[in-house]
């Protein structure tokens, strides 16, 4: 699980992490957080994983990322990258 904080919510964050987890061919979701946080769970190679932590520290133009917590996770979804409602 990962949370980013800073400017990430109404800068296209989440459709932009998915472009790029298709493009890597991870699998997962990301999500808003009301508190202002986006969240992700990022599914797939050690590499592939680490380059979307390398491009969640950045995000797309209008966004400004102040923080990354990179949190383990024990559950594993299959499928596709997604955009889940908000929590």
Do not use: H
């Amino acid at each position: 699980m990962t949370r980013i904080y800073g400017k990430v919510q109404g800068v296209n964050y989440r459709s932009s992490m998915q472009d790029e987890a298709f493009r890597i061919g991870l699998s997962g979701w990301v999500r808003n957080r009301r508190d202002g946080t986006v969240e992700a769970y990022l599914c797939g190679a050690p590499e592939a994983i680490e380059l979307m932590l390398d491009w969640a520290r950045i995000g797309p133009p209008l966004s400004r990322v102040e923080k990354i917590e990179v949190l383990d996770a024990s559950e594993y979804p299959a499928g596709d990258f997604e955009v889940l409602a908000d929590a």
